[in-house]
């Protein structure tokens, strides 16, 4: 059981490239979300999806596409990279339930730098 | 527009003291409210969750308090370890949109011997 598994753990982007951050988890979840986090800022969502073909926008989705063709899998694209998204990205997913009672399962993240 | 509010960035306690970290909400529609703990390079941690029909929730040293009429809530660490070191964010949702988690900005905690 490896949880929440992000790839790359380190990445460096030069402007205007694309790229896809990856997410799975092996846990059964049927919800998961993708945060950035930046000094001073706390983690801000991106997306999140309630289930396999359902998507929807956090607080900072602009720049950033997900797709969820099945349960395990959250991957996080990047249009056309800039400098502002340098941030570390985490990946979280939790089971069906009360939010209250389960909380979300986060990866370890995916520190990627924009030059 | 920060909805939820952790103004202290960082709280420095001696170990076997009490520990209490602080968080204030703008949305009255929040219902639920979740403490996290982060090490460095590491994913954040659930620690303890709370929801608005309670006003309190333990869980061993743990405990959550919810004043809704203030929108505040607090967690105490009793008592502190040096282990406990670690940021702690506050996040919350409502009942209408549950994943679509707010994070305050996390304050530093640091248990020193």
């Known amino acids: 059981n490896a949880g929440v598994t992000q790839t790359p753990k380190f990445q460096v982007l030069k402007t205007g490239q694309s790229m896809t951050l990856q997410c799975a988890q092996d846990m059964n979840h049927e919800y998961m979300s993708w945060y950035r986090q930046d000094p001073g800022m706390g983690l801000r969502l991106i997306h999140y999806s309630v289930g396999a073909g359902i998507t929807d926008q956090g607080e900072v989705p602009n720049g950033y596409n997900v797709s969820r063709s099945t349960t395990e899998d959250f991957p996080l694209r990047l249009l056309s990279a800039a400098p502002s998204q340098t941030s570390v990205y985490f990946c979280?997913?939790?089971?069906?339930?009360?939010?209250?009672?389960?909380?979300?399962?986060f990866g370890s993240g995916t520190r990627l730098t924009v030059v | 527009d920060q909805q939820v509010k952790q103004n202290s960035p960082s709280l420095s306690v001696q170990e076997g003291r009490i520990s209490i970290l602080n968080c204030d909400y703008t949305?009255?529609?929040?219902?639920?409210f979740l403490w996290y703990k982060k090490y460095p390079a590491e994913g954040p941690t659930f620690l303890i969750s709370?929801?608005?029909?309670?006003d309190k929730n333990e869980d061993g040293r743990f405990t959550v308090f919810l004043n809704k009429s203030a929108k505040h809530l607090s967690l105490h660490i009793v008592p502190s370890q040096p282990g406990d070191s670690a940021v702690y964010f506050c996040?919350?949702?409502?009942?209408?949109?549950?994943?679509?988690?707010?994070f305050g900005t996390g304050t530093r905690l640091q248990v020193f011997p």
């Open positions: 979280a997913s939790r089971r069906t339930g009360s939010l209250a009672n389960y909380g979300y399962t």
């Open positions: 949305n009255s529609m929040f219902d639920y």
């Open positions: 709370i929801s608005s029909i309670k």
């Open positions: 996040a919350a949702s409502s009942s209408y949109n549950t994943d679509k988690l707010i």
